[in-house]
């Protein structure tokens, strides 16, 4: 009986520390992860150069 006791308070710790750890991930985990792009009308669409940018003329 002693070895079932054991058995089920090490599974009980191990799923509580396992949620936690879940639970942690997906409150630190970002919005922006979802690969759906935010563009706000303060920073304009990246076209691939930076703002500033003078196109080269010879």
Known sequence: MTNFR??????????LVLGGFV????R?????????PTNTAE???SQGSPSGAQPLTK
């Open 6 to 15: 054991v058995l089920i308070i090490s599974t009980v710790i191990t799923v």
């Open 23 to 26: 639970i942690a991930f997906i």
């Open 28 to 36: 630190n985990t970002p919005a922006k992860m979802e690969g759906v």
């Open 43 to 45: 920073e304009p669409a």
